[in-house]
């Protein structure tokens, strides 16, 4: 197996300790089948033991290793060290407060995810008793997409209105509503809209389409945005030019 | 220190954690309930669980069946009564997490998909395609944020329980992010923390898999039962450990030895099975523990595969086609091409067997109560029993919802018929005891020794003495040596000095768990000197229901090994038989 | 460049002027917002030629002469441009805003855009052959 000596520099930021962030780098001899994490690791065994980043399952769906590769975002345990050269250059995820090295603080996401209401409101009660709820393969179809997202929040770090306008929910958060928007068993679309249709919501998308292109499990956000901003459209159209028609 | 009052804490916040906490938010609005967990709840392992949840719901399908199944997968060291429970309570689980919008996979007719798995003799595993923990868990996580009385405390690692007089009465624990340590004060603790596989190098398990649940309640005084059967994945791909879930061979997968022979067949799973029809409960559908032994007997023969990463056998899906792969098991076909450049549509895929699943955990009742009054344990974490010696895959899924529930309900029983009346002047020095022993280690001056080093050694004394195959020797000099280590352990000094997300801090503590379980894995294999499921003794190949028809219990000992006990298997129904499968329909 | 938010994080600000230098897909992504005023600026130039019909045979010939000066040629050949780019990156991302499920699967993209391309072509040979 072939090998190379990669610098790595990473962004160091400790609260205690510093002021602004610097830049520290890592010479390591990395295998060409690493992917950046095995790197990464490779310092806190070895080199420094007070690098801190968050990782656990080396297969990209648990979402933790969520960073800034060569400023692009990337789960870094799927950024194969084969695809870049002898400088690697590793941040924390832009849009998002540092709280330590390559950590941050995910609070102002898990907030937003939660306020969409991101859970199944049934159109219909069903008891346990009477078994599931039938959902035919082109049902599942339109939503299952949409339920691939592993909150890692590269969508985040690419979207620039995210950036500049923080209080905007984002890409994950409105693409989870969609996704029980879209589900046949649901009935709470409405109790969705007032938040995701809201200025702070979808409307504060332009359709840039970063989200979709850095989304390592290809749930498109983008798409999901669209369609929301769509439905929202049709549903003012009807409200107001034709309010005799009930929702 | 900071006092965190609750009603009952949870410790964990993956599969078994996030059950436990909703069957608690249903249960009582009122009750004041704390998630803990070391990291985000969507962070969890049961994320990386691929193939599925086993549960009885279809006409051809019997309780009776499934009980059978799972009691002769885990080679009788399964508690029936705990099966009986489990298998019953499997499918309205299952339904439930429909109800919260699971996206299970779908029959043409609209209702839930099932599938074969290994060891089952009817097709009874629910699947949402390759993803079904994932799916799990999201469905879980996002379900858990209706209750706004379930409080969570994401990235607080729990550090030891806070007892008195026979009762658990909370626990310590590190908030991550500042280096604080608060006392939750809680009239239940659940444990749901996971499994141990990081004490093994090759694995399919997560950073975070580092038994810490275990360790917790093992120093609290609770036995650890049956640590000594580690369940070997059989297919797992050969330079990262990444699991290729048995769904593989459930769709029709096939493995091979260097010469294309289905070896299978020569380790009393064949006769042969035409390919891409796979028959239940034989062949490439038997249970992990045969598959995985079966792998090690061809590497003794030659007949593996020599490759840069060690010695293979072949996966060969080639014959079920794009379109089913992609439908069925499009994370497998993205994994194998992304971390070894092989696409299942076109390649046979090297795998070889990986460490997955601990069977044993903490010592639980039926009703997921440990002996430890007020403290409860669910998930893999704990040990039941029902999976007894070897798990059947698509089992444990199912038992972190049904043992999830149980443990709350137990939780809720125990808050409301035992009185809490904790001496608060000891409870209190407890916790300031735990809070002096973490200051301690951060800033101890000088060490002789690494966490780094220290880490790999016992993986690597385990890999050696603890593996698919074992001896008493080689077991008898794991266990020397992790008593080493546990020794050298103290030894250690923390280059980070800092409080704010000190990991260097968290990956001390977790050695120290991981060497807890090691040490509990080796002495009760060397131990139990006979060959049960996944614990095969070169030296003792038979099964001995006479001398080891029972649970190993393994007592902590802040300095020595752990004092072993033994406790007799419940059996209601199955007496210990042959496991068969051959796939003779009789 | 950065600030510290608390005691606890460092936030890092976003440029609020050049924040589309940072990527290429952001450069992208302003070209296609921009050729918007080009289109903008046509819809005015048509505008004011409505005027100048309005006003006379010879107000509406001085408006050609400026079209068909070396200014005028440009300006139209820009916007040519600008309104194909801006044209072609709508096409593009309609399977995203518009998906067409079509039992178990999902109308390819490639079909959704080309359709929308065909149609395109189409009315403007209509326009071309028949319109003027």
């Not at chain 1, 879209?182 to 504060?204: F, N």
Request: aromatic share 8%; charged share 25%; glycine share 8%.
């Amino acid at each position: 197996m072939s090998e190379r000596q990669i610098q790595i520099e990473v962004l160091r930021y400790n609260p205690e300790t510093d002021i602004e962030p610097t830049i520290q780098a890592y010479t390591v001899s990395c295998l060409n089948e690493w992917v950046v994490l095995d790197a990464l690791n490779y310092i806190k065994d070895n080199l420094d033991a007070t690098l801190s980043y968050r990782w656990s399952c080396h297969m990209a769906v648990c979402g933790s290793c969520g960073m800034m590769i060569n400023g692009e975002p990337k789960l870094a345990c799927k950024a194969f060290i084969h695809e870049y050269s002898d400088r690697i250059r590793v941040e924390p995820l832009v849009h998002f407060p540092i709280k330590r090295d390559l950590i941050t603080d995910i609070e102002d996401f898990i907030a937003k995810f939660a306020s969409v209401k991101p859970y199944l409101i049934p159109k219909e009660k069903r008891p346990i008793s009477d078994g599931e709820y039938q959902q035919k393969p082109e049902d599942l179809l339109k939503f299952k997409q949409y339920t691939l997202c592993i909150n890692c929040m590269l969508c985040y770090s690419a979207c620039p209105k995210y950036g500049l306008v923080p209080e905007f929910i984002g890409p994950a958060a409105i693409s989870i509503a969609h996704r029980y928007n879209q589900d046949s068993r649901d009935g709470g679309r409405h109790h969705r809209q007032e938040i995701i249709a809201s200025s702070e919501g979808v409307w504060e998308c332009s359709f840039v389409g970063a989200c979709s292109e850095v989304c390592p499990k290809h749930v498109d956000p983008a798409g999901a945005l669209q369609q929301v901003k769509l439905a929202s459209t049709i549903d003012w159209y009807r409200e107001h030019l034709m309010p005799w028609v009930k929702k | 220190m900071d006092i965190i009052q609750t009603d009952i804490a949870i410790i964990g916040a993956g599969g078994a954690g996030l059950r436990a906490a909703i069957t608690l938010a249903e249960a009582n609005q009122k009750l004041r309930i704390a998630l803990i967990s070391k990291v985000y709840p969507m962070r969890s392992h049961t994320c990386a669980a691929e193939g599925g949840a086993a549960g009885v719901s279809k006409s051809d399908d019997s309780l009776d069946c499934h009980f059978e199944d799972t009691v002769g997968g885990g080679d009788w060291l399964c508690d029936q009564d705990a099966v009986e429970y489990f298998i019953k309570e499997a499918p309205r689980e299952l339904i439930q997490l429909e109800h919260w919008g699971c996206p299970w996979s779908r029959e043409q007719d609209g209702s839930v998909a099932v599938r074969p798995f290994g060891g089952m003799k009817i097709k009874r595993t629910w699947f949402a395609a390759d993803k079904s923990g994932f799916h799990i868990l999201h469905t879980l996580f996002q379900t858990s944020l209706k209750y706004p009385s379930i409080q969570r405390f994401d990235e607080y690692y729990a550090l030891d329980l806070i007892e008195d007089d026979g009762r658990c009465y909370g626990l310590t624990a590190l908030e991550i992010c500042s280096g604080q340590i608060k006392h939750f004060e809680a009239g239940a603790v659940i444990i749901a923390a996971g499994g141990a596989g990081r004490m093994f190098q090759f694995t399919t398990n997560g950073a975070i898999k580092t038994g810490d649940g275990m360790s917790l309640a093992y120093r609290a005084g609770v036995p650890l039962k049956d640590m000594e059967f580690i369940q070997y994945h059989p297919t797992g791909l050969p330079n990262t450990g990444i699991l290729l879930t048995e769904g593989c061979r459930g769709e029709g997968g096939i493995l091979i030895n260097k010469d294309g022979r289905r070896y299978l067949q020569d380790y009393g799973m064949g006769p042969e099975t035409p390919v891409g029809k796979p028959a239940l409960k034989t062949m490439e559908l038997g249970p992990r523990d045969r598959l995985s032994q079966a792998f090690w007997h061809e590497q003794q023969k030659g007949n593996t595969l020599s490759t840069q990463w060690g010695d293979c056998v072949l996966l060969d899906m080639r014959h079920l086609g794009e379109k089913k792969i992609n439908e069925r098991l499009p994370f497998v076909r993205d994994l194998s091409i992304s971390y070894l450049g092989m696409d299942p549509v076109k390649d046979l895929i090297p795998i070889r067997p990986v460490v997955h699943y601990c069977m044993g955990g903490i010592h639980t009742d039926i009703n997921a109560a440990t002996p430890l009054l007020g403290l409860f344990a669910a998930g893999e974490c704990a040990c039941v029993s029902i999976n007894g010696a070897n798990r059947l895959g698509s089992n444990s899924l199912t038992e972190l919802l049904v043992f999830g529930r149980r443990a709350a309900m137990s939780a809720i029983a125990c808050i409301q018929s035992i009185p809490r009346l904790g001496n608060k002047a000891a409870l209190t020095a407890k916790a300031e005891d735990s809070q002096s022993r973490i200051l301690a280690l951060v800033h101890k001056s000088r060490g002789s020794e690494t966490i780094s080093g220290i880490r790999k050694e016992m993986m690597q004394t385990l890999e050696e003495g603890a593996g698919i195959y074992r001896t008493g020797e080689s077991l008898s000099k794991t266990c020397e040596k992790i008593a080493e280590l546990r020794h050298r352990y103290t030894s250690i000094a923390l280059n980070d000095k800092t409080k704010v997300f000190n990991t260097e801090l968290l990956q001390a503590l977790e050695l120290s768990s991981m060497l807890n379980c090691a040490e509990a894995v080796a002495v009760c294999g060397r131990d139990r000197k006979e060959s049960r499921g996944a614990h095969q003794r070169l030296d003792f190949t038979a099964r001995d229901d006479t001398n080891f028809l029972k649970h190993t219990l393994a007592y902590y000992h802040p300095k020595d090994p752990p004092r072993i006990e033994y406790l007799d298997v419940v059996i209601t129904k199955s007496r210990p038989g042959v496991r068969d499968y051959s796939g003779v329909r009789k | 460049m950065g600030k510290k938010m608390n005691k606890n994080s460092y936030i890092r600000e976003v440029p609020r002027a050049s924040w589309f230098l940072k990527q290429p897909r952001y450069i992208r992504y302003m070209a296609r917002e921009v050729t918007s005023l080009f289109i903008g600026a046509y819809t005015l130039m048509l505008v004011i030629a409505i005027k100048r019909v309005a006003e006379g045979p010879d107000a509406f010939q001085n408006f050609l002469e400026i079209l068909y000066s070396p200014l005028g040629i440009l300006f139209n050949i820009s916007t040519l441009l600008a309104a194909l780019y801006h044209s072609t990156s709508w096409f593009n991302v309609t399977p995203q805003a518009m998906p067409i499920q079509w039992g178990e699967e999902f109308v390819s993209g490639r079909i959704i855009v080309g359709a929308h391309y065909i149609i395109w072509i189409a009315i403007s040979i209509l326009i071309l052959v028949f319109g003027v």
